[in-house]
């Protein structure tokens, strides 16, 4: 039986940098896991190819940003943890506009 690429592999392209800040470790060891099994990477730092920072409840944008050691390029999102379950629901990247951290 084949799998469709595109519905397995969703995050593919997409970079993520996590808060860290008041995330449970577990809770971001599984969120790992489960972006890089649909196709996403994530890194401890943010460069040139980070597409989405995570921002876990509780963390305004400030508080987010003062963890950071440098300021995060405009085309990062800065969205809420809460963003990344909601796509793995709806199996796809959906818009982050109702998940954006300012």
Request: charged share 25%; with cysteine.
């Amino acid at each position: 039986m084949m799998t469709n690429v595109s519905t397995n592999h969703f995050l593919n392209g997409l970079k993520f940098h996590f808060i860290t800040k008041k995330l449970v470790k577990a809770q971001h060891k599984i969120l790992v896991e489960k972006i890089k099994r649909f196709g996403g990477t994530v890194s401890d730092r943010i460069d040139e190819d980070t597409t989405h920072m995570l921002f876990p409840r509780g963390v305004d944008y400030q508080a987010g940003l003062q963890s950071l050691k440098s300021t995060p390029v405009k085309t990062v999102q800065l969205v809420s943890i809460d963003w990344l379950p909601a796509c793995i629901a709806e199996r796809k990247v959906i818009s982050t506009r109702h998940f954006e951290v300012k």
